[in-house]
């Protein structure tokens, strides 16, 4: 191509092109950069996810409060936590367990099955129609999370009265609005404990 051209018409023209090359490898490597960047968001953002519906089933599962897993990470020494960070996961526990809800009815025919939230199959609808109440569709499972649940309630220590009102408190979870009011007013909360704790006997 250049077999035309005298040595000295043919260096500006290859300084062009070895310009031209390496302009085209920067932009090469710009994009690459460009979608790994956008990889490791994704892949941060998918921790992310990961991380709390790992925290909310060990709080569902463990019944722990802000305070106790503030104690806990802080004891591990994992890294600092700040109050506004622990409130936050505290706020995303409903997104992060969006889990597929657990069949608490099923049709014994069909195979059919509903979790019990929103709208009401046709299948339960036509059944009661008939007088057959829907309990009889209710899954072994459902059946065994529900007693499992109510042990768990039968079991639970009240720890906290309110003297006035009556009402309660385990100590677990996040604290009542009675009891958040009173420690805003300089009530302290040891005021309101039960000495020794008793059994809570509400779902019996």
């Given at each position: 191509?250049?077999?035309?051209?005298?040595?000295?018409m043919?260096?500006?023209?290859?300084?062009?092109?070895?310009?031209?090359?390496?302009?085209?490898?920067?932009?090469?490597?710009?994009?690459?950069?460009?979608?790994?960047?956008?990889?490791?968001?994704?892949?941060?953002?998918?921790?992310?996810?990961?991380?709390?519906?790992?925290?909310?089933?060990?709080?569902?599962?463990?019944?722990?409060?802000?305070?106790?897993?503030?104690?806990?990470?802080?004891?591990?020494?994992?890294?600092?936590?700040?109050?506004?960070?622990?409130?936050?996961?505290?706020?995303?526990?409903?997104?992060?367990?969006?889990?597929?809800?657990?069949?608490?009815?099923?049709?014994?025919?069909?195979?059919?099955?509903w979790?019990?939230?929103?709208?009401?199959?046709?299948?339960?609808?036509?059944?009661?129609?008939?007088?057959?109440?829907?309990?009889?569709?209710?899954?072994?499972?459902?059946?065994?999370?529900?007693?499992?649940?109510?042990?768990?309630?039968?079991?639970?220590?009240?720890?906290?009265?309110?003297?006035q009102?009556?009402?309660?408190?385990?100590?677990?979870?996040?604290?009542?609005?009675?009891?958040?009011?009173?420690?805003?007013n300089?009530i302290?909360?040891?005021?309101?404990?039960?000495?020794?704790?008793?059994?809570?006997?509400?779902?019996?």
């Amino acid at each position: 191509m250049l077999a035309g051209f005298s040595l000295k018409m043919r260096r500006p023209f290859m300084r062009a092109m070895r310009t031209y090359d390496a302009m085209r490898d920067e932009k090469d490597l710009n994009q690459s950069i460009a979608r790994l960047n956008q990889r490791q968001r994704l892949l941060k953002k998918k921790r992310k996810r990961i991380q709390n519906r790992l925290v909310a089933a060990l709080i569902v599962q463990f019944d722990l409060s802000m305070q106790q897993i503030r104690d806990l990470v802080k004891e591990a020494s994992l890294h600092k936590v700040n109050k506004k960070q622990i409130t936050r996961a505290f706020f995303d526990f409903d997104s992060a367990m969006k889990l597929p809800a657990m069949a608490k009815y099923r049709h014994p025919q069909t195979g059919e099955q509903w979790a019990g939230r929103g709208r009401t199959p046709l299948w339960i609808r036509e059944a009661e129609q008939k007088g057959i109440d829907r309990e009889v569709f209710r899954t072994p499972e459902s059946l065994q999370l529900e007693q499992s649940r109510r042990a768990k309630v039968q079991n639970r220590i009240i720890r906290y009265r309110n003297p006035q009102t009556g009402q309660t408190w385990t100590g677990l979870g996040r604290p009542p609005s009675w009891l958040v009011q009173a420690e805003k007013n300089g009530i302290n909360r040891e005021t309101f404990l039960i000495d020794p704790p008793q059994k809570d006997t509400s779902a019996e």
